[in-house]
């Protein structure tokens, strides 16, 4: 039976980790044992921890009682450690690496992985210190189950909210399984994400908004599957996430010469957002502004087209599975599917640029997936998500 470690932080929403433990266990068949912490023990009791998970609950770092099961030992028991509701405090303090009460020792000691479930007022959740945090424990491999929008227990509302615990059921057992299965294991993957910069003179150049979120969440969902990863990365702010190789490409011709070097592959997955057009001689000095002169002209050559390239190569060499982008303003799901023929993609993502708000650097993501034999509208969710459910179907393309 597989082991999950439950810490349950002070938030409201402890509530929802005694519906938690019922499902694990229930419906997942996922044995649960729970640290309290003092905060949380003001919205749930040991006793009920007990009742539902049919096990001792542990608060006390210095518990001479639990000497032989120390904290060390109690970090490994499991096969993951989840913190539900992981309160803004604790979010902070393993960002920090702090460790000063049982929770955040474990936390810093485990080796396993680690799934928090933020939940906290939507201010605190949106201030850049929170924020950062989230970025920094993603980045060194922390899962993240985002928090909902709605309405909060304090009365405001917005994002905040932790998510069901069906959600979160859910996702600790495909982590679970993930941990285990790795499907993709022995396979080669190639992602493009993040905006090309195509260089004008010394201090401008053509780009984009490109946040690269979309590829790096693929990727890393990629990897969590087993797969060898290696994102060709143009200008982005994500901090890569641990473990994944990453190769730097700022220009449309850099990025195609980097994927090529990486090949052979068997998965390729276009989601940069790559320059169609280049200068055709980039200035050696800045232009100056010339007096008299309203106007500038530029001459643009087209790119290469990378996803194109990879597409038509030779089958002996072109990767089995070949994913390809479509961001859109217009006729989304006629101008994707002849992307894909054009390009020779097997399959593509398509994304409206106005979802209404701008897909680009947007933590969210409304996509039609479209293959050679069905088009689907996938519901909106954040960039993670898209990218757990397109790697469950790359899963199933290399099972058949
Ligand atoms: O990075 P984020 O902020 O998370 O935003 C994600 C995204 C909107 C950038 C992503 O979801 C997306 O749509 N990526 C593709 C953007 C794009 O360039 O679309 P396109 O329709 O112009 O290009 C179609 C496909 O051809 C894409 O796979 C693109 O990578 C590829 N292409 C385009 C031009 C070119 N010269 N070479 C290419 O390989």
């Given amino acids: 039976m597989k082991k999950v470690l439950l810490i349950i932080s002070g938030g409201i929403a402890a509530y929802k980790s005694l519906e938690l433990i019922r499902l694990l266990k ?3 068949q996922i044995s649960v044992r729970c640290v309290l912490t003092e905060a949380g023990s003001h919205f749930v009791t040991p006793l009920s921890l007990t009742a539902l998970s049919g ?4 608060s006390d770092l210095f518990s001479p009682t639990d000497e032989q099961f120390g904290h060390i030992q109690l970090s490994r028991s499991a096969d ?3 913190v539900a509701p992981a309160t803004a405090d604790i979010i902070a303090k393993l960002a920090a690496g702090l460790a000063n009460d049982l929770a955040s020792t474990l936390l810093l000691a485990t080796d396993k992985p680690v799934v928090l479930a933020p939940s906290m007022n939507v201010k605190m959740w949106e201030h850049p210190a929170t924020q950062d945090n989230i970025i920094r424990l993603s980045s060194r491999g922390t899962h993240i189950i985002q928090p909902e929008e ?12 932790m998510a069901g615990p069906e959600v979160i059921a859910a996702e600790i057992n495909r982590l679970i399984v993930g941990i285990n299965l790795k499907p993709l294991k022995g396979l ?3 992602i493009t994400t993040g905006a090309t910069q195509e260089m004008i003179d010394p201090v401008r150049y053509i780009s984009n908004h490109s946040s690269g979120r979309q590829g790096y969440s693929i990727a890393e969902s ?9 994102v060709v990365s143009g200008k982005t702010n994500v901090i890569p996430p641990n473990g994944l190789k990453v190769v730097h490409a700022l220009s449309a011709i850099d990025m195609l010469q980097a994927c090529e070097k990486l090949l052979p592959a068997d998965i390729f997955v276009g989601a940069a957002a790559v320059a169609d057009w280049r200068l055709d001689k980039i200035l050696s000095q800045k232009i100056k502004k010339t007096a008299g002169t309203d106007k500038l002209q530029l001459n643009l050559v087209k790119n290469p087209d990378i996803i194109s390239v990879i597409g038509h190569l030779r089958d002996t060499i072109r990767p089995k599975l070949v994913v390809g982008f479509a961001a859109e303003t217009d006729d989304l799901v006629s101008n994707a599917s002849r992307k894909r023929l054009e390009k ?3 399959w593509v993502v398509a994304n ?3 979802q209404p708000e701008n897909v680009f650097d947007n933590t969210h993501n409304t996509v039609t997936f479209i293959t050679e034999k069905a088009t689907e509208s996938w519901p909106r969710m954040n960039k993670k998500q898209v990218a757990d459910r397109l790697v469950a179907r790359i899963v199933e393309f290399f099972k058949k």
């Fill in 150 to 161: 709605g309405d909060l227990a304090c009365g405001e509302q917005g994002a905040g909210r």
């Fill in 222 to 230: 990629l990897a969590f599957a087993g797969a060898d990863v290696t």
């Fill in 55 to 58: 096990d001792r609950v542990f």
């Fill in 80 to 82: 993951l450690v989840v």
């Fill in 26 to 28: 229930q419906s997942y």
């Fill in 188 to 190: 080669k993957a190639i």
């Fill in 352 to 354: 409206f640029v106005y």
């Fill in 344 to 346: 020779n993609c097997n």
